[in-house]
């Protein structure tokens, strides 16, 4: 399985990006698919996922600004990021869950900045 992380960019705040996640194999096939971040110095952080079932799941900083989703016919899960502030500035990663395996992305850069 190969999961291509892309949309990272350079924001200002209060700006939105949407990053995505494509699959080489069918996404159905995943228990869940998120997306997670980190920035130097702290650890991997859940963002947001999604489940087989649509069941969806946030960080209680990015809820109400974020919305992941699911394009089934593309393979792809969308990270809709509205609202960035500097402190959502880090490197993202897609993941997925299959039978107690767990994929990685590469990572994608988001800078929120002035």
């Known amino acids: 399985v190969q999961l291509q992380a892309s949309g990272g960019g350079w924001v200002q705040p209060g700006g939105s990006l949407r990053l995505s996640c494509a699959s080489s194999g069918n996404i159905f096939s995943f228990n869940r698919m998120g997306w997670y971040r980190q920035d130097p110095g702290s650890q991997r952080e859940l963002v947001a996922s999604?489940?087989?079932?649509?069941?969806?799941n946030y960080a209680d900083s990015v809820k109400g600004r974020f919305t992941i989703s699911r394009d089934i016919a593309k393979n792809t899960v969308h990270l809709q990021m509205n609202s960035l502030s500097p402190e959502d500035t880090a490197v993202y990663y897609c993941?997925?869950?299959?039978?107690?395996?767990?994929?990685w992305g590469q990572g994608t850069l988001v800078t929120v900045s002035s």
């Open positions: 999604v489940t087989s079932a649509s069941g969806k």
């Open positions: 993941n997925a869950d299959r039978g107690g395996m767990r994929f």
